[in-house]
């Protein structure tokens, strides 16, 4: 009669086939699991990113002119130097400047990335199209050398410069050659900042806080004081907050401004295609980073129609009885509704 018993030697290696068979198993499983839960965070992160793409055609977004189309031959060497006072602004005016030692060691292109071209990085797109106009932070009509001006004053800490210099000229021409296949009075889609929805609650300085520490140290330091050059020409990755950041008179002192600014665009590398917050992280981001100390301004001549003045400025007057508490973090909505009752 045969004998179907194992042996110890046959045994042990059936077992350890099993156990290898077993570990194939489980690491196969590790490695479908993985690509699963990668697959749900991208489409997580981007989910916001794809809807706003099957909104808008890619060719309803504004793009920059052939920047240097129809200019005289001195017209073209004033936009090259236009171009490289929007990217270096500070080696040329800053605390060390080559021209003059005038702003706070920014580059205008920290707020107008790419040299003012990105879809919703705060671009130059409607600018040419849209000025002269009336801005009710003024009160009054503006040009466009009244406009570069205020960022100077009030982004980079400085003082206005004179119309009449190369310089001004310079950036000029710049900002109207990339604007200028932009009919009149329009503002086309993606120019300019992506205004956010509003949250149904107010916006939170510590989850910014939480998150600033989690996402934008790396670059802006846990200190908020950005990252300068090696020589301290110019800011690699600029301040949001401190002696050389933009003041509080400047527009991304607001917060809807500040967080329609970031969505797109921050951490480093994100875009419209590839957002890297939720809505939710980008109010509260800007909550945090605006909470932060900097330079003050006299703003005594801002907004002098009380009924023009915006739901998220932070300093009173007011004709509404929110307080400036609630104007700067909100929740806005009720502001919004009584700014426009305030108006009929």
């Not at 570990?23 to 690509?35: G, K, Q, T």
């Not at 965070?41 to 002119?65: G, M, R, Y």
């Not at 800490?157 to 119309?163: L, T």
């Not at 149904?200 to 510590?206: G, L």
Request: aromatic residues 12%.
């Amino acid at each position: 009669m045969e004998n179907n018993n194992l042996g110890p030697e046959t045994f042990q290696l059936l077992l350890q086939k099993c156990v290898k068979l077993l570990r194939l198993c489980l690491l196969m499983l590790f490695i479908v699991v993985s690509i699963l839960c990668l697959l749900f965070f991208t489409q997580f992160n981007s989910k916001q990113a794809v809807v706003i793409v099957k909104a808008i055609d890619a060719n309803e977004l504004w793009h920059p002119a052939k920047f240097t189309d129809g200019l005289t031959e001195n017209e073209r060497k004033l936009f090259i130097y236009g171009k490289e006072l929007i990217i270096h602004t500070s080696i040329y005016l800053g605390p060390k400047g080559k021209v003059m030692q005038n702003t706070n060691g920014m580059n205008c292109q920290n707020c107008h990335l790419e040299a003012g071209t990105k879809i919703w990085g705060n671009n130059y797109g409607g600018v040419y199209a849209n000025y002269p106009k009336y801005r009710a932070r003024s009160g009054k009509i503006e040009d466009i050398f009244k406009r570069i001006n205020d960022c100077i004053e009030r982004s980079l800490n400085g003082k206005a410069i004179s119309i009449e210099s190369k310089e001004m000229q310079a950036i000029k021409i710049y900002i109207e050659s990339i604007g200028k296949n932009v009919e009149k009075g329009i503002k086309p889609k993606g120019t300019g900042i992506f205004e956010l929805p509003f949250l149904d609650r107010a916006i939170d300085p510590q989850k910014g806080k939480e998150l600033f520490q989690a996402k934008c140290i790396s670059c802006h330091q846990l200190n908020g004081r950005g990252k300068w050059d090696e020589n301290k020409n110019e800011y690699i990755y600029p301040p949001l907050w401190g002696p050389n950041s933009y003041n509080i008179g400047a527009g991304l002192f607001r917060m809807s401004r500040f967080a329609g600014f970031i969505k797109y665009n921050m951490p480093l590398g994100a875009s419209i295609d590839l957002p890297q917050l939720t809505d939710e992280e980008a109010w509260d981001l800007a909550a945090y980073v605006n909470s932060q100390p900097r330079p003050s301004k006299d703003l005594s001549a801002d907004w002098p129609k009380l009924n023009e003045k915006p739901f998220d400025h932070p300093f009173k007057p007011y004709l509404d009885t929110f307080t400036e508490e609630q104007h700067k973090f909100g929740p806005f909505e009720a502001i919004v509704i009584a700014i426009k009752k305030s108006k009929k």
